[in-house]
Every structure is written in structure tokens, then in C-alpha cells.
T-cell receptor
Framework: AQSVTQPDIHITVSEGASLELRCNYS??????LFWYVQSPGQGLQLLLK??????LVQGIKGFEAEFKRSQSSFNLRKPSVHWSDAAEYFC???????????FGGGTRLMVKP | DTEVTQTPKHLVMGMTNKKSLKCEQH?????MYWYKQKAKKPPELMFV???????INESVPSRFSPECPNSSLLNLHLHALQPEDSALYLC????????????????FGEGSRLTVL
């Protein structure tokens, strides 16, 4: 069975600073990987996804993520954080063969002015 | 239309009440999902409907009863709930997957916040 770990429960960065949110997965083969964002009181919105091919994927809102098979990681990055990026970020993994999406525990991002 | 619409946004009910949560999408998606999300936790899958048939029930108590009347609508009927069922209930839908992916991208509604007194 697949699993996802987001080691950082909370992260605080200053506006304009760079951001990296960590995600590690456990799965026997190459999984399908996703990052979702959830603003307070809202549903989840997909930022980006990795299925195959180029291991650096670009998403919406200036986010990108890099799949590193050797480290079983799919970290999310943004070069310059905006105050509106404050939200909860969920990494998710889906194995093939009909498995459902498994979410990590989430990382709450706070942005200082 | 790329929205998943959930009603009501907020619901307060007693333990003896019967109520329903509703979800609607007009994107032509044939898979629809109910998730439960407690505060500061990730969403937990409850049910999956594929082509209007229940395909996954994650051992959810029978006081939660899903229904998929047609390809655009998904209901969650609630009866005799407990206070610990208070949570944000999220509906999602997904198009046919890419490659071997079963779900592809999930499109979420904003959720129905349920409080059980």
C-alpha cells in the first residue's frame, strides 16, 4: 500500500522569500503524485501533478515540483512567496491498478509580511 | 463550467435528525467522491461512485448513506449521527484518468461544514 509523509506540519516564511515543502512517499513502483492547496474554509485545488516524463513539473500560481525517484520525494517549490499563498498544502500519491488517492498529513504555510 | 457545487455550506443537526448533503457537477465527470475532513487533518475517503454505481465504500458507518441519482448529482444522506461526525464533508469529481491513473485530477467542492449537537 502507498503512503505519503509531509515532515513539516507548519512552515512560516517571509513574503518574497523562497519556499520548499517536503513530501516523501512510499510505493513499490512509480506512483502518480499530486500537490493540492486548501485555503481556509475551502475545498482543495490541484496545483500540479506528475505522471511520467520530465521530473520537474510546473503548476499553477508559480509553483513547481521535482520528482526524485532515488529519494522517493516530490517536493514543492516556489521562488517568491506571496501573502495569498498562506494555506494548507497536501501532497498525495496514487498507485496504479485502481488504487485511490492517499493524502499526506498536510503542511500549513504561514506568510509573514 | 469547472465547478463542483455543494449545498448547504453549513449544517447543524441533532443526533435524531435526518438531513442530506448535495453535490452537483456539470463537467461530464463520471466518477464522484465523498471525503470527510476533520480540523487540521487530510481528507479521508468515504465513498466513490463510478458511472453512477458505488465502487468503493471505505467501511463507513451505515448512518451515512450515499446516493448517485444521475451522472451530475451526488447526495449524502445523514441519519442518527454522532457529535464525532462533525466535520467538513467534501465532494469531488474526476474525469477519466491519464494513463493508468484511476482518478486523474480531483475537482473539489468547497465543502459542507457539518455540526452534530
Amino acid at each position: 500500500a502507498q503512503s505519503v509523509t509531509q515532515p513539516d506540519i507548519h512552515i512560516t516564511v517571509s513574503e518574497g522569500a523562497s519556499l520548499e515543502l517536503r513530501c516523501n512517499y512510499s510505493y513499490g513502483a512509480t506512483p502518480y503524485l499530486f500537490w493540492y492547496v486548501q485555503s481556509p474554509g475551502q475545498g482543495l485545488q490541484l496545483l500540479l501533478k506528475y505522471f511520467s516524463g520530465d521530473t520537474l513539473v510546473q503548476g499553477i500560481k508559480g509553483f513547481e515540483a521535482e520528482f526524485k525517484r532515488s529519494q522517493s520525494s516530490f517536493n514543492l517549490r516556489k521562488p517568491s512567496v506571496h501573502w495569498s499563498d498562506a494555506a494548507e498544502y497536501f501532497c498525495a500519491v496514487e498507485g496504479n491498478a485502481g488504487n485511490m488517492l492517499t493524502f499526506g498529513g498536510g503542511t500549513r504555510l504561514m506568510v509573514k509580511p | 463550467d469547472t465547478e463542483v457545487t455543494q449545498t448547504p455550506k453549513h449544517l447543524v443537526m441533532g443526533m435524531t435528525n435526518k438531513k442530506s448533503l448535495k453535490c452537483e457537477q456539470h463537467m461530464g465527470h463520471r466518477a464522484m467522491y465523498w471525503y470527510k475532513q476533520k480540523a487540521k487533518k487530510p481528507p479521508e475517503l468515504m465513498f466513490v461512485y463510478s458511472y453512477e454505481k458505488l465502487s468503493i465504500n471505505e467501511s463507513v458507518p451505515s448512518r451515512f448513506s450515499p446516493e448517485c441519482p444521475n451522472s451530475s448529482l451526488l447526495n449524502l444522506h445523514l441519519h442518527a449521527l454522532q457529535p464525532e461526525d462533525s466535520a467538513l464533508y467534501l465532494c469531488a469529481s474526476s474525469p477519466p484518468g491519464q494513463g493508468a491513473s484511476n482518478t486523474g485530477e480531483l475537482f473539489f467542492g468547497e465543502g459542507s461544514r457539518l455540526t452534530v449537537l
